[in-house]
């Protein structure tokens, strides 16, 4: 499976962005796709999941500002960020696997920097 994330660039306080990743290759009827992120001197942390079904899973903290979907038709998840933080900053890292919490493949990652 190979993923191919954008969407990820700098931002104001308060600002608003869109993460995209589409799948391609080797994809299960069932699966989980999601965003995983990564702040220097930090240990990588679940951002969300969304499973083929469309049941979603999120870090506690982040519900409510984060929404995660997707296009079964496409193979794209799409992670929408919304009242960004300067902590949000960090590199946001797609994923694919057969449970929420058991990545088997990753993408190249995409930074996401908030800052005035």
């Known amino acids: 499976v190979q993923l191919v994330e954008s969407g990820g660039g700098l931002v104001q306080p308060g600002g608003a962005l869109r993460l995209s990743c589409a799948a391609s290759g080797d994809i299960s009827g069932s699966h989980v796709m999601g965003w995983s992120r990564q702040a220097p001197g930090k240990q990588r942390e679940l951002v969300a999941g969304i499973a083929s079904t469309g049941s979603t899973s999120y870090a506690g903290s982040l519900e409510g500002r984060f929404t995660i979907s997707r296009d079964n038709a496409k193979n794209t998840v799409y992670l929408q960020m919304d009242s960004l933080k300067p902590e949000d900053t960090a590199v946001y890292y797609c994923?694919?696997?057969?449970?929420?919490?058991?990545?088997?493949?990753w993408g190249q990652g995409t930074q996401v920097t908030v800052s005035s």
């Open positions: 994923w694919y696997g057969s449970t929420f919490h058991r990545p088997a493949y």
